[in-house]
Nanobody, 123 residues
């Protein structure tokens, strides 16, 4: 079992920045691929970014150049730095981890999930 706790969400004006954190416990964090997803009201859960144990990253097109995913395996913590935020980034953001060696952008490939943190971007 892996427990994940997100933090760092909040209300920010368009163009602003937020840094989300995802603290993991219960298992060796470095063994997992970590991903961030988001879900806006009335919409399906959407892939945002993922990072492998070795630091390789992948982003959905809408956040490339604005968001940065990172991880500190020594601290069992992952991060999502979000810059140049837009109103359309408003959603509940979830971190998740997968024990698979290779994952895509499907949320069903991830084993464990945090409770989510709200990000609201005002125009």
């Amino acid at each position: 079992q892996v427990q994940l706790v997100e933090s760092g969400g909040g209300l920010v004006q368009a163009g602003g920045s937020l840094r989300l954190s995802c603290a993991a416990s219960g298992h060796t964090f470095r063994n997992y691929i970590m991903g961030w997803f988001r879900q806006a009201p009335g919409k399906e859960r959407e892939f945002v970014a993922r990072i492998r144990w070795n630091g390789s990253t992948f982003y959905t097109d809408s956040v490339k150049g604005r968001f940065t995913i990172s991880r500190d395996n020594a601290k069992n913590t992952g991060y999502l730095q979000m810059n140049s935020l837009k109103p359309e980034d408003t959603a509940v953001y979830y971190c998740a981890v997968s024990s698979r060696l290779v994952v895509g952008s499907n949320w069903e490939e991830y084993n464990y999930w945090g409770q989510g943190t709200q990000v609201t971007v005002s125009s």
